[in-house]
T-cell receptor, first 112, second 112 residues
Framework: DAGVTQSPTHLIKTRGQQVTLRCSPK?????VSWYQQALGQGPQFIFQ???????QRGNFPDRFSGHQFPNYSSELNVNALLLGDSALYLCASSLTSGETQYFGPGTRLLVL | QKEVEQNSGPLSVPEGAIASLNCTYS??????FFWYRQYSGKSPELIMS????GDKEDGRFTAQLNKASQYVSLLIRDSQPSDSATYLCAVKKSGGYNKLIFGAGTRLAVHP
C-alpha cells in the first residue's frame, strides 16, 4: 500500500519565479492538505482540497494556489517567490470522513 | 497567544527514563489531538491520537488529555536514543474539517 508521495524532493528557485509541487495521496484517501514548515517551526496549514475544490484555506496570500485532479492527486503552485517562501512543503492525505492525516516526505524549497 | 503551545526544549533525558512532553491549546472547541514525531530533515510521523479525557496507551507511549485544563501530554517510557526527535502537538477544532493546528514542537534528546 503506497503511502503519500511528493515530488520533487528538493528545489532551488530565485526570487520572482514560480514553482509547482506535486502530491499523490495514500491509496483510498480523497482529501489532500498542504502545509508549510519553516525551519524550527511547526507546519502551518495552507489549504485543503476535496472533490477538486479548495475547501478550507489558511492565512496565506493568493500567490499560493492549488489544484486537485480526479484521481485525488494535487498540486501546489506558488507565484512570485519570496525569500521567505523557503521552507519544507508538506502534503497530507486523509479520508474526508476520517480524523487522521498522513504526511508525505515533503519538498524542500530554497528561494535565492 | 499562540493557539497551540509547546516548550521548545531541548528536553534531555537519560536512556531508560520517562520523557514527558506537554502541550496546551487555547481554543475550547478543539476536539481531536495528535502527537507527531519528526526526525531531523524528515516529515512528521503520527504517533498517537486522542479524543477523550484520560489516558490512551500504545506500547511505550501514553497520551493524556485534560480538556478542562486545555492540556495534552505525551509520555514515553523506557526512552531510547532512537526516540531523539522533535515532537509536534497538533489540534483539530470541531467543524474545522481536517485542518490541523500545530505547535512549534519540543526537541527531545535521549542520551545513553
Amino acid at each position: 500500500d503506497a503511502g503519500v508521495t511528493q515530488s520533487p524532493t528538493h528545489l532551488i528557485k530565485t526570487r520572482g519565479q514560480q514553482v509547482t509541487l506535486r502530491c499523490s495521496p495514500k491509496s483510498g484517501h480523497d482529501t489532500v492538505s498542504w502545509y508549510q514548515q519553516a525551519l524550527g517551526q511547526g507546519p502551518q496549514f495552507i489549504f485543503q482540497y476535496y472533490e477538486e475544490e479548495e475547501r478550507q484555506r489558511g492565512n496565506f496570500p493568493d500567490r499560493f494556489s492549488g489544484h486537485q485532479f480526479p484521481n485525488y492527486s494535487s498540486e501546489l503552485n506558488v507565484n512570485a517567490l519570496l525569500l521567505g517562501d523557503s521552507a519544507l512543503y508538506l502534503c497530507a492525505s486523509s479520508l474526508t470522513s476520517g480524523e487522521t492525516q498522513y504526511f508525505g516526505p515533503g519538498t524542500r524549497l530554497l528561494v535565492l | 497567544q499562540k493557539e497551540v503551545e509547546q516548550n521548545s526544549g531541548p528536553l534531555s533525558v537519560p536512556e531508560g527514563a520517562i520523557a514527558s512532553l506537554n502541550c496546551t491549546y487555547s481554543d475550547r472547541v478543539s476536539q481531536s489531538f495528535f502527537w507527531y514525531r519528526q526526525y531531523s530533515g524528515k516529515s512528521p510521523e503520527l504517533i498517537m491520537s486522542i479524543y477523550s479525557n484520560g489516558d490512551k496507551e500504545d506500547g511505550r507511549f501514553t497520551a493524556q488529555l485534560n480538556k478542562a485544563s486545555q492540556y495534552v501530554s505525551l509520555l514515553i517510557r523506557d526512552s531510547q536514543p532512537s526516540d531523539s526527535a522533535t515532537y509536534l502537538c497538533a489540534v483539530k477544532k470541531s467543524g474545522g474539517y481536517n485542518k490541523l493546528i500545530f505547535g512549534a514542537g519540543t526537541r527531545l534528546a535521549v542520551h545513553p
